[in-house]
């Protein structure tokens, strides 16, 4: 069965610092993995995704996350901290291969100090 | 903006009673799926609907139900509420295959 597991219910850095934030997959199956962002009463918003391409993905607002099957793991960085940046993500794995059918871990709510 | 319409923002009922929530897809997209975020739970996959047919089904209680209708909107419906179903519930809808989810902004649900 699949499951995520996010390391760190909160993370705080400060603005300019690089952010990483922690995701670790089990998935019987290739998996498709991905990071959602969720903006306080807003729905969610993909940041980026791994569908099985190149290991390290690019998404939106300069964050990326590299897949490490070794690993297990799909962590998500940005160099620098913005404060726009504060927000909870979520890191999320297809159940069965489905894109829309997902299992999503308990989220990381990132804080950016100025 | 995401272009998935839900409604009501808000909904706060009693115990016992039975409400509907409305999901209006993105223009297009022929894939509704219908979630649940709550404290407890975090973010749990409920039911998925593809053109106007049932596709996937998750964690969805047997008092709930979906359904997606010919212009493709849904609903999902909610009976016999009980105070741990207080949640937001979102629906997402895509165009199917390898597209992404695009998330409408919940309805936050509040059963008293």
């Known amino acids: 069965a699949q499951s995520v597991t996010q390391l760190g219910s909160h993370v705080s850095v400060s603005e300019g610092a690089l952010v990483l934030l922690r995701c670790n997959y089990s998935?019987?199956?290739?998996?498709?993995l991905f990071w959602y962002v969720q903006y306080p009463n807003q729905g969610l918003q993909l940041l980026l995704k791994?569908?099985?391409?190149?290991?390290l993905v690019k998404g939106i607002n300069d964050f990326e996350a590299e897949f490490k099957k070794s690993e297990t793991s799909f962590h998500l960085t940005k160099p620098s901290a913005h404060m726009s940046d504060a927000a909870e993500y979520f890191c999320?794995?297809?159940?069965?291969?489905?894109?829309?059918?997902?299992?999503f871990g308990k989220g990381t709510k990132l804080s950016v100090k100025p | 903006d995401s272009g998935v319409t839900q409604t009501p923002k808000h909904l706060i009922t009693a115990t016992g009673q039975r409400v509907t929530l409305r999901c209006s897809p993105r223009?297009?997209?022929?894939?509704v799926y219908w979630y649940q975020q709550s404290l407890d739970q975090g973010l749990q996959f409920l039911i998925q609907?593809?053109?106007?047919?049932?596709?996937a089904k998750g964690n969805i209680l047997e008092r709930f139900s979906a359904q997606q209708f010919p212009d493709l909107h849904s609903e999902l419906n909610l009976s016999s509420l009980e105070l741990g179903d207080s949640a937001l519930y979102f629906c997402?809808?895509?165009?199917?295959?390898?597209?992404?989810?695009?998330f409408g902004n919940g309805t936050r649900l509040t059963v008293t």
């Open positions: 998935s019987s199956v290739p998996p498709y």
């Open positions: 223009s297009g997209d022929l894939s």
């Open positions: 609907y593809y053109n106007g047919e049932e596709r």
């Open positions: 791994y569908t099985s391409a190149a290991t």
């Open positions: 999320a794995v297809s159940n069965g291969g489905s894109q829309g059918n997902l299992i």
């Open positions: 997402a809808s895509s165009a199917g295959g390898n597209s992404p989810l695009h």
